[in-house]
């Protein structure tokens, strides 16, 4: 049976590689990124089926006026995947208000204001998944922050599946890691860029060396979350990438 699938941050990366997953199975999918024309571009190549909404999910103001229009759509739907994130490599000690408020509002806040906007949408058979990070575990450094917003989220997640189990809802978090396509691009002023590499090297983590997946092969693990029988359950999944024989 298709589903209705609420994705954010879906007019690049992994968004947009779910998005293009779940149209393909025939599923009707919402794309919301806090630049429209993005998911605009992402909907038309999906079809009419596809509905594309500007939403800067840090802000619940702009997360209330995406779901409303959702709601006037898909007064129901089944799924939201709370993939939106910001990440910049910096040190605290130099970081700037922007680089502060826009990481943990982006990363913690923003699936926060979007599943409390969801969850009035969802009935039983729901489902809520949360897009981490293995910065929770893995040690790359300027990425304090990065890395407290996506523990953040993970505990959020724990939390709220305690919550929702009466309502039938599950919650699941995905720990994702490295990941590319052939659009994939990350824009980091050059020196940033060399003192992360440098500050990599230092931890024991070459860059040059670290195997990356593919965004299409990861979209299968959402495939079988979603799918998943109403008797089963998988909270929390962690992805690694390795090197493809």
Request: aromatic share 6%.
């Amino acid at each position: 049976m298709s589903k209705i699938i609420v994705i954010t941050g879906a007019g690049a990366g992994l968004g947009r590689a779910l998005a293009r997953r779940f149209a393909a199975d025939g599923d009707s999918v919402v794309l919301l990124g806090r630049t429209a024309e993005k998911v605009e571009k992402v909907a038309r190549e999906l079809g009419k089926g596809a509905l594309a909404l500007g939403c800067d999910v840090s802000s619940p103001e702009s997360v209330r006026e995406a779901f409303a229009a959702i709601a006037r759509r898909h007064p129901r739907f089944d799924v939201l995947i709370n993939n939106a994130a910001f990440y910049q490599p910096f040190p605290v000690a130099e970081a700037t208000d922007e680089q502060i408020v826009r990481t943990l509002s982006t990363n913690l806040m923003g699936p926060i204001f979007c599943s409390r906007a969801a969850i009035p949408m969802m009935g039983r058979g729901g489902h809520i998944i949360n897009v981490s990070s293995e910065v929770v575990e893995v040690p790359y450094p300027l990425f304090t922050l990065y890395q407290s917003s996506k523990a953040g989220l993970e505990r959020f997640s724990d939390g709220l599946g305690r919550e929702l189990a009466p309502s039938g809802i599950r919650v699941s978090t995905v720990r994702a890691g490295q990941m590319m396509d052939a659009e994939k691009t990350w824009e980091l002023d050059p020196a940033v860029a060399a003192r992360f590499h440098q500050a990599s090297l230092a931890a024991g983590i070459n860059l040059r060396e670290q195997a990356i997946t593919q965004y299409v092969s990861v979209t299968g693990v959402f495939r079988a979350l979603i799918d998943l029988p109403a008797d089963l359950h998988i909270p929390s999944v962690m992805l690694r990438a390795r090197a493809a024989d």
